[in-house]
């Protein structure tokens, strides 16, 4: 491969938490008992260096030494264009159409209070990514959650009877769609999200897309924009991405929205430019620009092609050595969501009792009750491959 995705890389004391806040209480795994180093597999962010052409244009930048007030210049918007336009298939993407937000949840929220008010109901599909549930519940939104169905392959889907049962029942207008999803990561097929579509607009909901997962896509598989599937999805849907996951920088914040209808843009940018700290950061626009040159196309390549062996690996030594351990194979993403119940049933054991014998032995993976799985846990496997195989080897031989 042209890029390093084998390089070991020590994040001590180089501000990231998957490393720095382990064994500071709260949610963060134990520090691992003496004799065993820890392998980062809780925090969604990525343990791979970057594409090279983010640095170099973070770097031109910082040369200059002035950072005074700026706006977003027309490099940043055509990169953005581009991207989409070559990975995803949109067409008809205009400047006007693409707007800063604060993160992805940060526009999500813009788009909640654009469209409901505190107390109001909104669907989401369950298990449910934590940052939905922290960030909404937290500006006085109601959250009915529609819980996806695993069918007879294992795959889950989305239960659309459900969906248009509780959107009549509890009045709702606004729904929080996640396209890949997190934490189970699935790649909707189109018909799918035509048929989620169907239902929203069957009940007037306005849709807020998060795709910020939408680049990292395992082999065999294909993001569908949800905006593509009809001329009423293009209209209803408020979408959001970010280059943050995909190219690891989520410590630079800088995410963006596409909104193609001009009265959805003009209440979120309304909500999102009142507090007036809705700002970019111009090294957070270079570094766009720079992850969507050329290059970063072939490093999205070859990071898919990484994830995808990870997963394949894991998914298969899972179903090899932990039975009783659950796993629906992810499609995107590079999480897996663990279903540890039928074990630890077997075993005697709570989930508890298994996610500390994880930590005590380094693998520092993620208490999965907070994305409503009952008895899960979440684990990131954007490692090098040596270290996905030495935490399923500690697995095995201490936990499972």
Same mark, same amino acid.
């Given at each position: ?10 994040r001590h004391g180089k501000d990231a938490i998957a ?13 691992? *008992? ?6 980062? !597999?809780?925090?969604?962010?990525? $343990?791979?260096?970057?594409? #090279? ?12 030494? !002035?950072?005074?007030?700026?706006? #977003? ?37 813009? =788009?909640?209070?654009? @469209? ?24 006085? @939104? ?20 459900? !969906? ?17 999803? $997190?934490?189970?990561g699935r790649v909707w097929e189109r018909w799918e999200?035509? *048929? ?24 065999? $598989? ?20 970010? #280059? ?25 940018? =309304? ?13 957070? !626009? ?6 969507? *040159? ?19 690996? =894991? ?6 050595? @932990? ?50 799985? #009952? ?26």
């Open positions: 491969m042209k890029y390093d995705f084998t390089s070991i890389i020590d490393i720095d806040k382990l064994g500071g209480g709260g949610t963060a795994p134990d520090l691992p *008992k003496e004799g065993f180093d820890a392998i980062p !597999m809780w925090v969604a962010d990525m $343990n791979f260096p970057t594409v #090279p052409t983010i640095q170099e244009s973070i770097i031109e930048r910082v040369k200059h030494p !002035m950072y005074g007030y700026f706006d #977003p210049t027309d490099e940043y918007y055509d990169s953005i264009i581009r991207w989409q336009t070559k990975r995803n298939g949109v067409t008809g993407l205009t400047k006007e159409c693409i707007g800063y937000e604060n993160g992805v949840l940060g526009g999500v929220i813009s =788009a909640l209070m654009a @469209f409901a008010s505190p107390g109001d109901a909104v669907l989401l599909h369950s298990p449910t990514y934590i940052g939905f549930t922290g960030s909404i519940t937290s500006r006085g @939104f109601k959250i009915v959650h529609s819980p996806l169905k695993q069918d007879e392959n294992g795959v889950w889907r989305m239960d659309f009877e459900d !969906m248009d049962a509780k959107i009549k029942e509890n009045h709702i207008h606004a729904a929080v769609f996640c396209s890949p999803h $997190n934490p189970c999200i035509e *048929k989620a579509m169907e239902v929203y607009r069957a009940n007037d909901c306005v849709v807020i897309s998060d795709e910020i997962w939408s680049d990292i896509i395992l082999e065999g $598989n294909h993001h569908t924009p949800t905006q593509s599937v009809s001329e009423d999805a293009r209209n209803r849907t408020i979408a959001l991405y970010a #280059p943050s996951k995909t190219f690891n920088l989520a410590g630079l914040i800088g995410s963006y929205h596409i909104i193609y209808n001009p009265y959805l843009r003009d209440r979120v940018r =309304a909500q999102s430019e009142k507090c007036h700290y809705n700002s970019m950061n111009v090294l957070s !626009m270079h570094a766009l620009i720079g992850a969507y *040159k050329p290059e970063g196309y072939e490093w999205v390549d070859e990071l898919c092609q990484v994830l995808t062996g990870n997963i394949n690996f =894991a998914c298969d030594y899972i179903g090899e050595h @932990f039975e009783g351990v659950k796993v629906s194979r992810p499609q995107g993403t590079y999480m897996l969501f663990l279903d540890c119940s039928e074990w630890c049933e077997a075993h005697g054991k709570t989930i508890d009792e298994v996610q500390r014998a994880g930590w005590d032995v380094g693998v520092a993976w993620q208490d999965g009750r907070p994305f409503h799985g #009952p008895c899960a846990i979440r684990m990131n496997l954007a490692l090098p491959f040596s270290r996905v195989k030495e935490a399923f080897e500690r697995l095995d031989k201490y936990v499972f």
